[in-house]
């Protein structure tokens, strides 16, 4: 073949033909990753194609292979193709994000290489290697015949896998896994945040060692690479990784497993923004493969096709062992309020049972999903709050750096001591945050030992696994922290579980807020009570009759389900239909709302006879960020490729410089 179509990545429409020099001849070939001269740059590309015609005159050659072992197997190109149709991003980008960055950097010779101040971080290990096959339970012995059994027919089958929390789910996981590997069968595990795992991780590789590779975003450059060339030569098997890891060019794929099914951060937030759960739903289509979706809360969406036979309903009722969930409290911080005639952080249940539990060196997870010291500064004189030069949001004071920071942009500034607004010296510091929590665990219980875990004390490599080691090792009491604590943790002596706030997802213009409450409250629930010790939760609240709290008290996913799931298909949401989100921004807002009103007027004329709605256009939730004035349009259909059908026409008639335009279908 003499010519190549390459697609790149760039949100525009490919492949572009170049020509195969003769040198390149042997070794190009389709999922071939090159580098060609586009305009005046030198860019990474994909071969899509080969032909050995071409009507184009005066065509580039390809400049050279990036690395002749890279080359995409063609599950990978289809589902890319599938993720760029529905995703609405170009080929070339959907790929991209296929292809781990230290592959790609090949440019110029600039290959990636270990830098002397790199330092590997050790592997955080939980187990000491004698992790076998634990005897299944009645439901999980029922769940694996069900799976084992379409593997042995080698079946596409979606399974939900609905397991109360502690109940089990990995175990069915592990054996699945074992059974496909006897099959000669490969499997990839995705996980919501590897770094957030460990004990999850370390559980696989203590069953199945060498043969399970990690993909995550944390791992070294040269170390990823390596990973990925194991998976590629067939030598590891089991693959376990965060939203790209479905990307990963496994042998004979017979299994794909989304742990905690229901997480938000399996959606990409950038271009191709999909779903690594439903990519992995695509890419086991394609291979023929059966894919576990496990959660103690599905999303409705995965819930609700189980309910209409898209997915086979696995349930798993108890805990292993028979060990009862732990008690829920609901404490009215409305009555705690006036009682104290203040704003209390901790009511007094709550801290008369840490203090119990830390007397009898038992441990405590608190949590508060946000971070700082203080929500933000007002005057109390003329009631000007401080805001972000850039975001239309308030500053949260951080008390260890002594700054107002913007939790969207970063920007940064001392607090003032006088309003700016009137010269008052009436400033006052209010609301909540971990960091606040912490000051005031100290004061409260200056014998304990405290941390913090939220992406402020975390962010540098390996600091998360140095906490949980200390807390797993009993030198830490109680640990304060963000959502990244409510997930995927199994510490035997959490007894208490205490939630500092459970209103704050309730009151977010999402529709989505509900289901986001009562999720993390169930998942951090689920910390406590995991060994013979039992657990008790406090949950604090300003609303406590809300649908999602009480059902949350009750660990009763169903209860929630039928309240939510009527709500949705009396006001037309989702599952019931798809959303697709269009985000437009510019820095004079007037433009920005021009072009938003013409795009609306656009697609009101593609849309004619077909069953789309379109809501807006309006301002954003935060309506300028990082110094862009932000607005929304969203589009309602019953099947999501109508309106991208229909978005390239629209989109191109309303191109305007200095607006920029993103599409989100089924945003998260």
């Known amino acids: 073949m003499k010519f190549a179509d390459i697609v ?47 009507d184009i005159e005066k065509i580039k050659p390809i400049n050279s292979l990036v690395d002749k072992k890279l080359c995409l197997v063609p599950d990978i190109l289809e589902l890319t193709k599938w993720i760029s149709n529905y995703y609405y991003s170009s080929w070339g980008e959907a790929i991209s994000a296929a292809v781990p960055g230290v592959l790609k950097k090949s440019i110029s010779g600039k290959r990636h290489r270990k830098e002397k101040h790199e330092e590997e971080i050790p592997e955080f290990e939980f187990i000491d290697g004698s992790d076998t096959h634990l005897t299944p339970n009645r439901e999980q012995q029922e769940a694996l015949d069900s799976i084992m059994g379409s593997m042995d027919a080698k079946s596409h089958r979606v399974f939900l896998l609905h397991g109360v929390t502690g109940s089990g789910k990995t175990e069915v996981y592990l054996q699945s896994i074992a059974y496909a590997l006897k099959l000669g069968l490969s499997s990839i595990v995705l996980v919501p945040e590897i770094s957030l795992t460990p004990q999850t991780v370390a559980r696989f590789k203590s069953r199945f060692g060498d043969k399970i590779a990690v993909l995550h975003s944390r791992l070294l450059g040269s170390k990823r690479a390596s990973e990925w060339h194991r998976i590629s030569s067939g030598e590891a098997q089991i693959v376990i990784g965060a939203r790209s890891a479905i990307f990963a060019p496994v042998k004979n794929l017979g299994l794909v497993v989304v742990d905690e099914e ?184 200056p014998q304990a030992t405290i941390a913090r875990m939220d992406t402020d004390s975390t962010h540098k490599r390996g600091s998360h696994d140095k906490v949980l080691s200390k807390f797993k090792d009993g030198n830490i009491d109680i640990i304060i922290g963000t959502q990244m604590i409510a997930k995927g943790l199994d510490f035997p002596k959490v007894t208490l579980v205490g939630v500092i706030s459970a209103d704050t997802a309730l009151n977010l213009p999402d529709f989505r807020s509900a289901e986001r409450t009562f999720n993390l409250l169930t998942q951090v629930a689920g910390r406590a009570g995991r060994s013979d010790l039992g657990g008790r939760v406090i949950i604090q609240s300003y609303t406590p009759h809300h649908y999602s709290i009480q059902a949350a008290k009750t660990h009763d996913y169903n209860a929630f389900y039928d309240k939510e799931i009527s709500l949705r298909k009396e006001l037309y949401l989702p599952p019931f239909c798809h959303m697709v989100s269009l985000t437009l921004r510019g820095r004079k807002e007037e433009r920005v709302f021009k072009v938003s009103d013409n795009l609306k007027a656009s697609l009101e004329k593609e849309i004619k006879s077909k069953n789309i709605d379109i809501l807006g256009p309006a301002p954003a939730p935060i309506s300028k960020m990082k110094g862009m004035y932000r607005w929304n349009i969203f589009l309602r259909a019953k099947i999501a490729e109508d309106v991208t059908s229909i978005l390239k026409k629209a989109l191109d008639r309303n191109k305007s410089s200095g607006i920029i335009i993103t599409v989100d279908v089924d945003p998260s």
């Open 262 to 445: 229901h997480e938000t951060s399996y959606k990409q937030e950038d271009a191709p923004r999909y779903n690594a759960r439903d990519a992995a739903i695509k890419r086991a289509e394609i291979s023929k493969a059966i894919v576990i979706l496990g959660s103690a809360t599905p999303s409705l969406e995965s819930f609700y096709a189980a309910k209409n036979g898209q997915f086979t309903l696995i349930e798993l009722s108890e805990r292993i062992d028979s060990r009862l969930l732990p008690a829920v409290d609901i404490v009215d911080m409305r009555e705690e309020m006036t009682r104290a005639k203040k704003v209390p952080i901790f009511s007094q249940k709550l801290r008369e049972w840490i203090e119990k539990d830390i007397a009898e060196r038992k441990q405590v997870i608190l949590f508060l999903n946000r971070r700082g010291f203080s929500t933000f500064i007002n005057c109390r004189k003329c009631g000007y709050v401080i805001k972000c030069k850039r975001c239309s949001v308030s500053l949260t004071y951080h008390f260890d750096k002594k700054k107002l920071v913007c939790h969207h942009c970063n920007f940064n500034m001392e607090p003032p001591e006088i309003c700016p607004e009137c010269n008052a010296a009436y400033l006052k510091y209010w609301g909540l945050g971990t960091e606040k929590v912490e000051s005031e665990l100290n004061r409260f219980f």
């Open 8 to 54: 790149i990545n760039r949100p525009i429409e490919g492949p572009f033909t170049y020509s195969i020099p003769g040198s390149l001849k042997e070794d190009v070939k389709i999922g071939s990753v090159v580098e060609v001269s586009f305009g005046n740059k030198v860019v990474i590309g994909y071969v899509v194609g080969l032909s050995d015609k071409c």
